[in-house]
């Protein structure tokens, strides 16, 4: 039996998609589904780069740079965001797959599989949020998805808003799929399932939030 990798499908229904994973011997499109999220993620990386999206902190220090250094930071800042856009959900794709690979007795190329599902729950997520940065200067820490709204209530510490940011709607989605992906797959129980993905989800979250915060002062 042949599989194909389809994310919108497996996020509708995930029960249904994962058991027919299970049962395959081969799985196809997923190099060719993984190059369009990461696609659509550069795209919207760039879209808000020019918007400006994000260039909160640089404007605040316009006054130290001739219109020429203003503009390079604004290309390398474009730049950044659409290196962003692949590397990240590209370091999550195959770090994520390789810690479950090391814990699971399931083949790598299904567990790229059921990452693929999550990139786009993610993608979602940024291409909901867009619209509230672009029309009401929304940040992304704050975003009306997330527990980070309620961080300026709590701390003043930017690191517990960005770990905040991480817990959302989207990413309790995520979570979930994430559980019924790994427990059609395995034969582990749901609670030692669930142990673990919300594990490798708090070990990528920090290093989101610590990846949150970049400092101007040094331009």
């Known amino acids: 039996m042949?599989?194909?990798?389809?994310?919108?499908?497996?996020?509708?229904?995930?029960?249904?998609?994962?058991?027919?994973?299970?049962?395959?011997?081969?799985?196809?499109?997923?190099?060719?589904v993984a190059l369009l999220l990461l696609l659509m993620n550069v795209i919207l990386s760039l879209l808000r780069a020019y918007f400006g999206i994000g260039t909160e902190e640089l404007t605040k220090h316009l006054d130290r740079y001739t219109g020429e250094q203003f503009?390079?930071?604004?290309?390398?800042?474009?730049?950044?965001?659409?290196?962003?856009?692949?590397?990240?959900?590209?370091l999550f794709l195959f770090i994520s797959s390789i810690i479950y690979y090391l814990?699971?007795?399931?083949?790598?190329?299904?567990?790229?599989?059921?990452q693929l599902p999550i990139?786009?729950?993610?993608?979602?997520?940024?291409?909901?949020?867009?619209?509230f940065q672009l029309c009401f200067g929304v940040k992304d820490l704050f975003s009306p998805f997330s527990l980070g709204v309620w961080g300026p209530y709590i701390t003043k510490h930017a690191f517990i808003w960005a770990l905040l940011r991480t817990v959302s709607l989207f990413s309790i989605w995520a979570i979930s799929?994430?559980?019924?992906?790994?427990?059609?797959?395995?034969?582990?129980?749901?609670?030692?399932?669930?142990?673990?993905?919300?594990?490798?989800?708090?070990?990528?979250?920090?290093?989101?939030?610590?990846?949150?915060?970049?400092?101007?002062?040094?331009?």
Request: hydrophobic share 60%; proline share 4%; glycine share 4%.
């Open 177 to 219: 799929i994430q559980i019924i992906a790994l427990r059609s797959l395995t034969e582990k129980s749901v609670q030692r399932i669930a142990m673990i993905v919300i594990a490798v989800y708090l070990f990528f979250a920090l290093l989101a939030a610590a990846g949150t915060e970049f400092p101007f002062n040094g331009f």
């Open 103 to 114: 814990l699971f007795d399931i083949d790598f190329v299904k567990l790229l599989t059921i």
């Open 2 to 32: 042949m599989y194909k990798s389809n994310p919108l499908k497996e996020i509708l229904h995930p029960k249904i998609a994962f058991a027919q994973l299970r049962e395959a011997e081969r799985v196809k499109n997923v190099i060719l």
């Open 119 to 131: 990139l786009l729950i993610f993608l979602l997520e940024d291409l909901f949020l867009f619209p």
């Open 71 to 90: 503009a390079f930071l604004q290309l390398l800042f474009a730049f950044g965001h659409a290196l962003g856009g692949l590397c990240v959900p590209l």
